[in-house]
């Protein structure tokens, strides 16, 4: 059972709103993350349950960051973006993620499904 998340995601004001999200539904965010760079490396450090990962990073594309996550194992990633069409189901599955959320789905019953299992 997913219990903590790390968000990753450049836009302070959608990790605000994330966050506040994820608490409200039982999860601990233990951690933000405005780019690829120091996003894997608060991965590493506070090893979470799994990572709500932005598409499009400033520093980087987080569907490599997503590859590099699921190689080590040990958290669930669940790619987000803006747009709806960012990441299709075989993109999604190829680069190990459990699923993708829109931003503007998020309080929708998919990303509770993906972070259970």
Do not use: W
Request: aromatic share 4%; glycine share 10%; charged share 25%.
């Amino acid at each position: 059972m997913v219990r903590t998340v790390l968000i990753v995601d450049d836009d302070s004001s959608f990790r605000e709103a994330a966050r506040n999200l994820l608490a409200a539904r039982g999860f601990r965010v233990v951690g933000e993350a405005d780019g690829a760079v120091q996003g894997l490396a608060l991965a590493r450090q506070m090893r979470p349950d799994a990572v709500l990962l932005d598409v499009y990073l400033r520093d980087g594309d987080g569907i490599a960051v997503a590859e590099r996550l699921s190689a080590t194992g040990g958290c669930r990633v669940v790619l987000t973006s803006s747009d709806r069409h960012a990441a299709p189901d075989r993109l999604v599955s190829s680069c190990g993620a459990a699923g993708f959320v829109s931003k503007e789905n998020l309080a929708g019953p998919a990303l509770k499904a993906y972070l259970a299992g």
